[in-house]
Each structure stands twice: as structure tokens, then as C-alpha cells.
């Protein structure tokens, strides 16, 4: 049963982050990393207690709550960013070749590891799109999001081999520097406006 | 009390204090007090013994426990809290007559703070983490009011934060390699972890695009205070890496990889700098340069002492803060600083131009100035092991130099709308002498800098021992 679990734990993971990298609107955004964080709390209460787990779920939906009250403060709309690779084909191809190199990569480090195939799998994903979302985009807002993932996938492989509180709480103070870095940044041009 | 509690907390606490005050003069000299208390406190008072005045008895403790983890800042760390705020204390200082303290001295106070914090927290790898939220401090310290955040302020946020992961990762690794030193195949894991982690912290070749884009759009007291800062304790914490790893000291590999990676940062960083029309910029590759040159220096003075390492900081430190210092006045009239806008400024900001192409002399290495003697036994350092490493030293050198000659020709180019008597405020001229004396007195007589450098070697138990 909790292996199956660990499958839609990564199926959910999968569905997230090509979902954050197709869709352009933030709420799509905002709401697609909540429902990551998710699959990270399912893998990370496998090593951790689930009162820790819970605190980097909280944290990574504190984290979405930041950007979209940031967002919605900020009141811009999104414009299309001109010099990046816009479309969904090359977005879904460069994905799929993410999704193969990972998978590639995890069935190694599984063994390595000693972790199970779809916690790796879901860590190193988690990771690969993130530098991806990193590389085709320049907007704070995205890039944020890049670097949340990332940070996602990296806690995932990191609670199996690492359960100190100070660790968990430093992790969480990082998730939510960032959020609210990326807070500062969607409102540092309406200062002089207001 | 205990040390961490002084050096740590309490900073953060006067930060945090500092933040919402208005008056500027104020918040100068506070901090500038305080940090100078900070700075004879760690040169002074002994950790972990009592001291005793009369009646009057007071020991401070090396250990402060957080969360089942320790931060402890042992005796042999004085010197370093010394080197690391005596030099914000300079940073403070020269903000005296700008408007960038009220952002640089709350956050600059709390990322100091932070940043000692990650050299003393037990196991030291969660550095890593506590560098980050130095690193998350430092956005809006090198944001501009008004602005969307530049492409060097995005870059530096990704760079720094990618460091992280592979740094934590590689602690985790190394304990295996502790526990099982013959796995050669988890040695070298560990090994491209931590080097990458180390180029993205401390933005060595390929990964310092971030610097000079950082350097052309943030203020320039605040760009050098965070260019000083983050590579001094990342150093310290690689250093760390070092000293507690014997198999990582020992790798046969080490000495080229930096040696090489050294020569690379100062060479690409003196060609580029060559080609650059911003002032700005061009401290930014002359910071980059000043990395290869950390890098060289450990690795020579890697078996027969640091020496020259501890040395390079002094000399640094005062240019960086004059070139910064001198950018800051200019950049308060000519926002841009493109070289273009800057002729003939030598004849209405002559100290802000002359403090500007002094620093940049200093740290090319011109004799009778700062740089001079730390740079000159570093060329022959590395001359008496390799003499093509030290002819691609010196032509990274001398892009830096064609810099300054271009600066100075710019500055002093006859122009129509630079006529009238000199614009600098009295404080402002006070602060570039008191700069430029000060780079010139130390080109002259290095040997004043020995005495405050000899305790710092026992930061490390192994290296350079």
C-alpha cells in the first residue's frame, strides 16, 4: 500500500512541475507548488515524524501564500517573456528529456543511496525541472518558483539522511526567505509608484 | 555571557533595533560604535577564561546551544571576529556621508552576524544554510527603491542558493568517506559536490557572471561590503572543509585545481575588465581577481603557512572600501557611471577620482601601495613553481592596469561641463585622504599589518601548520 502511495506521490510530483513549467499564470503557479508540497510531505514523513513533516508542508504552503498575496498586491500582469522558448511543445520536449535523464540517474542512486526508486526519482525530478524553470526564464516570480522546487527536491533526499531539528528549521527559515525575497521583489517597483 | 551571545545574537539584536530608525547619523554611529566594541572585544577579552577586575569576575563561554546543535566561537576564533568586524566597521564608516546607510548598516549588521554564526555552528556544514539566509538578507540591501530586481541580483539569489544543496549534500558524503576512507568511488562524489558547491558560493570560473552585473546596478558601498563579506567567510569555511579532511588536503589534484582555477579568475577577470565602460563593472572583475589571488595564496602557502593568505585581507579591505567610498560620491551625481559620462571629473571630484584610481592601483599591485607586497610575493611565489602561470598572472594584471589608465584619461580629459571648484562635502574628502594615506602607508610599511595577523593562523589546527 505505502509503496502505491509512493507512486501517486510521484505521479503528483510529475503532473506539478510540467504544470509549473506550461502554465504562465500564477495562480496555476501559486496553487500547482501547494499541491507539490504534498508529495514532498508524503516523502518526508517516511524518515521523518510526521510533526516535522507536517512543519515543511506548512512552510511550503506559508511559502505559496506569501507569492500570491505578493502577487496579488503587486496587481501587474504577466507579460510574455520575448527572448525565452514560449512554446508548449519545446516546454513538454525539455521536460520529457528531464524525466528520462532522472530516471536514468535515479535507478543508480537508488542503489547508491539505499532509498527507494520513486523517493529518488521524485527528488531528482523535483530538482532537474527546477534548473530547467531556472534556465528559461528570467522573471523574479519564476524564478522563485525554480528555486523552490529545487529546495524541494533537494529536502526529499536530504530528510533520509539527515533528521536534526536545527536542520529542519533552518530549511524552513530558507523556504520562506525565499518566498518572501520573491515577495520583495514583485513589489519593489510599485514603491515609488504608491 | 557567552561568546556566541556577543558576537552573534547581540548584533542581531541591535540590527533589528537599528532597521526602523530615521536618523542617519544616528544609525552611523551606533553601529560604528558598536561594532568597534565588537572589535576590541575580540582582540581583548578572553574566551572561556575568567577575567577578573577587583572583586568584579566575568568569563565568557565559548558555547551557546541551539536547538541540540552548538555555536561556538573558541579562543582561536577572536582574531577572525576581529578581522570580520573590524572591517564592517570600515564598511559603516564610509557611509557616514552617502545615503546608503539606512539599508547597509541594519542588513549589513545582521548578514555579519549571520555570517559569523555560520562559522561557528557545530557541525560546521550547516554553514551552508546560515550562508543562505545571509545570502536572502542581502536582497534587499542590493536592491534599488523603485525598481525590478537586475539580472545580477536574480543571478546572485540562484547561484548562492544552488550552492546550498551540493554543499549539505557533500557533508553527508564526507561522514561516509570518515566511516569508509577506502570507497574511492564516494571520494570523488564528494569531491565534485563540494567543488560545486564552492563555485557557486564563492562565484569562482565559470559562475561570477552575477558580480559585475551585480556591481552595475546595486549601490557601490553595498556591493563591496557583500563582495568583501561573502567571499572572506566562504574562503574561511572552505578552509574549514580543508582542515578537518585530511584526504582533501592531501589530494594530489587540489593544488592544480586551484592553482589553475586561480589563474583562470585573474586572467578572464583582468581581460574582461579591460574591455568594460563601467566604473562599476570594473571593481566588480578587479573583485574577481582578488579571488584568484586568495586561491593562489593557499595553495602556496598550503604546506609553509598561510601568511600571505592572512595578508591579502588588510590591503583588500581598504581599497575595496576607498573604490566603493569614491563610486558612491560619484554615483550620487552621475547615477549611470558609465565612462562616458565621466569626462574631465577629475577637475570637480578630485578626491572622489583619485581615491577611485588609487584603490584600482592598490589592488593591480603597483608598488609603494597596499596591494603591492602581498601581490609581488605571490607573483614570485608562483613564479618559482611554474613561470607561465605567473605570465598569465601579470596579463591579467595588466588588464586591470589598462583599466586605470583609461579611468584617468577619462577623468582627466579636458571638458566644457566639468568647470567650476570642487564639489566633494568636507567629510567626503576627509574620509578619501584618510583612505589614501592609509593605502599608501601600508604599501610603504607592510610590516604594521604583521602583528594584527599572527594569532590567525590558529584558526586552523592542520593547515599551513
Known sequence: MISILNWIALLGALITTIGLLLHQNWRWGVGLLAILYLSVFWWVQIHWPVSMATAKLVTGW?????????????????????????????RIFTAGIIVAATFALSLRASGLLGLGLPL????????????????????????????????????????AVESSTLVAALLSVVNLGLALAGAYFMNISQENKT | MSAPFLWIFLPLILAGLLLPLRNRNVVVLVSCVFTLFLTLAAWL?????????????FK????????????????????????????????????????????????????????VAALAVEPFLYAALIIE???????????????????????????????????????WLLAGIEANPGDLGLVQQAAI??????????????????????????SPIAVGFILWMFPTVTIFFGLGFLDHYTWLRDASSLGIILTTVGILMIFSGGLLAAFQHHLGRIMGYAVIMETGYSLLAIILGEKSGLGIFYLLFIPRILAMVLWA???????????????????????????????????????????????????????????????????????????????????????????EETQGGVRETILQRILVVIGIVAIFLLGLFPQWALPLWTRLPALFTHLGQ
Not at chain 1, 68 to 83: M, R
Not at chain 2, 101 to 115: D, E, M, Q, V, Y
Not at chain 2, 370 to 398: C, D, K, Y
Open chain 1, 62 to 90: 506559508m511559502a505559496c501564500v506569501i507569492l500570491a498575496l505578493a502577487k496579488i498586491n503587486a496587481g501587474t500582469t504577466e507579460k510574455v517573456e520575448a527572448s525565452w522558448p514560449q512554446g508548449r511543445l519545446f
Open chain 1, 120 to 159: 529518488v526519482w521524485g527528488s531528482f525530478l523535483l530538482m532537474g525541472m527546477g534548473l530547467l524553470h531556472l534556465g528559461i526564464t528570467a522573471k523574479p516570480f519564476r524564478v522563485i518558483l525554480g528555486l523552490l522546487t529545487i529546495l524541494a527536491g533537494f529536502e526529499i533526499i536530504y530528510a
Open chain 2, 45 to 57: 577579552l578572553p574566551i572561556d577564561t575568567a577575567l577578573t577586575i577587583g572583586n568584579w569576575s
Open chain 2, 60 to 115: 565568557l563561554t565559548s558555547s551557546f546551544e541551539i536547538l541540540g546543535r552548538h555555536l561556538i566561537l573558541a579562543p582561536a576564533d577572536r582574531s577572525f571576529l576581529a578581522l570580520i568586524y573590524g572591517s564592517s566597521l570600515f564598511w559603516f564608516g564610509a557611509t557616514f556621508s552617502s545615503g546608503a546607510s539606512r539599508r547597509l548598516i541594519p542588513f549589513g549588521l545582521a548578514i555579519t552576524a549571520l555570517l
Open chain 2, 133 to 171: 539566509m545571509a545570502v536572502l538578507l542581502s536582497v534587499p540591501l542590493l536592491s534599488t527603491s523603485g525598481q525590478k530586481p537586475g539580472r545580477g541580483l536574480i543571478r546572485f539569489l540562484i547561484f548562492q542558493t544552488l550552492a546550498m544543496p551540493f554543499i549539505l549534500f557533500s557533508g
Open chain 2, 193 to 218: 559536490l563540494i567543488s560545486l558547491g564552492f563555485s557557486f558560493l564563492l562565484a569562482v570560473f565559470p559562475f561570477y557572471s552575477w558580480i559585475p552585473l551585480l556591481a552595475e546596478e546595486a
Open chain 2, 325 to 415: 567610498f569614491s563610486l558612491t560620491i560619484l554615483k550620487e551625481h552621475y547615477p549611470t557611471l558609465a565612462l562616458d559620462n565621466m569626462k574631465g571629473l577629475a577637475r570637480i571630484w578630485p578626491f572622489a577620482t583619485s581615491g577611485l584610481v588609487l584603490a584600482n592601483l592598490a589592488l593591480v599591485g603597483m608598488p609603494m601601495l597596499a596591494g603591492f607586497p602581498t601581490h609581488q610575493a605571490i607573483w614570485e611565489g608562483l613564479a618559482s613553481r611554474s613561470l607561465p602561470a605567473v605570465f598569465w598572472v601579470l596579463m591579467g594584471n595588466l588588464g586591470l592596469f589598462i583599466c586605470v589608465l583609461r579611468t584617468v584619461y577619462t577623468f582627466a580629459i579636458v571638458h
